[in-house]
T-cell receptor, first 113, second 110 residues
Framework: DAGITQSPRYKITETGRQVTLMCHQTWSHSYMFWYRQDLGHGLRLIYY???????DKGEVPDGYVVSRSKTENFPLTLESATRSQTSVYFCASREGRFGNTIYFGEGSWLTVV | DAKTTQPNSMESNEEEPVHLPCNHSTISGTDYIHWYRQLPSQGPEYVIH???SNVNNRMASLAIAEDRKSSTLILHRATLRDAAVYYC???????????FGQGTRLTINP
């Protein structure tokens, strides 16, 4: 009963490197989300997906790429990491549209040096 | 834009009730109101949600104003473990995404 898991939990990378954060859910939820949370701030939506092969931009998509070839996986890629992308990244999933509970992962702490 | 307004911070004492307010004056008739909370170093977790009527569950109660322009999350007897950031979020039935605001940081004093 893993639920929603993120990997890696902690990563330090260098400016300009490509980084991929993985997200896996075991419920077959149709919706998946990526949020970022900067120190002392609320969550901001980066990308979301309504189903496999369907993705859409959130509030802060620049510098990020997502894909969803399988329902259970929703990887987030930073194509060329910048220091401003140092943040905590949360993946989440939900069955159906608004009105149902969103379940969050434990977060991936990313530092770009 | 599905914005809500919450106080930045609130403080209460252990074993006392806590009332966390949320203003959503532009809410539409089909918008639900959800509350999530985020404990330190964890992802947010669901607390409660409602549409028009007041709602109760094992964690909290949600009181929704008659005009639905505001709501209040009620923790009946706060514990130290309730110290967290509480987010009030609104969205319609067809909404695909949730937009989080800044939330209210709740401090519980022993």
């Amino acid at each position: 009963d893993a639920g929603i898991t993120q990997s890696p939990r902690y990563k330090i990378t260098e400016t300009g490197r490509q980084v991929t954060l993985m997200c896996h859910q075991t419920w077959s939820h149709s919706y998946m989300f990526w949020y970022r949370q900067d120190l002392g701030h609320g969550l901001r939506l980066i990308y979301y997906s309504a189903a496999a092969d369907i993705t859409d931009k959130g509030e802060v998509p620049d510098g990020y790429v997502v894909s969803r070839s399988k329902t259970e996986n929703f990887p987030l890629t930073l194509e060329s990491a910048t220091r401003s992308q140092t943040s905590v990244y949360f993946c989440a999933s939900r069955e159906g549209r608004f009105g149902n509970t969103i379940y969050f992962g434990e977060g991936s702490w990313l530092t770009v040096v | 834009d599905a914005k809500t307004t919450q106080p930045n911070s609130m403080e209460s004492n252990e074993e006392e009730p806590v009332h966390l307010p949320c203003n959503h004056s532009t809410i539409s008739g089909t918008d639900y109101i959800h509350w999530y909370r985020q404990l330190p170093s964890q992802g947010p977790e669901y607390v409660i949600h409602g549409l028009t009527s007041n709602v109760n569950n094992r964690m909290a109660s949600l009181a929704i104003a008659e005009d639905r322009k505001s709501s209040t999350l009620i923790l009946h007897r706060a514990t130290l473990r309730d110290a967290a950031v509480y987010y009030c979020i609104r969205g319609g039935q067809g909404a695909q995404k949730l937009v989080f605001g800044q939330g209210t940081r709740l401090t519980i004093n022993p």
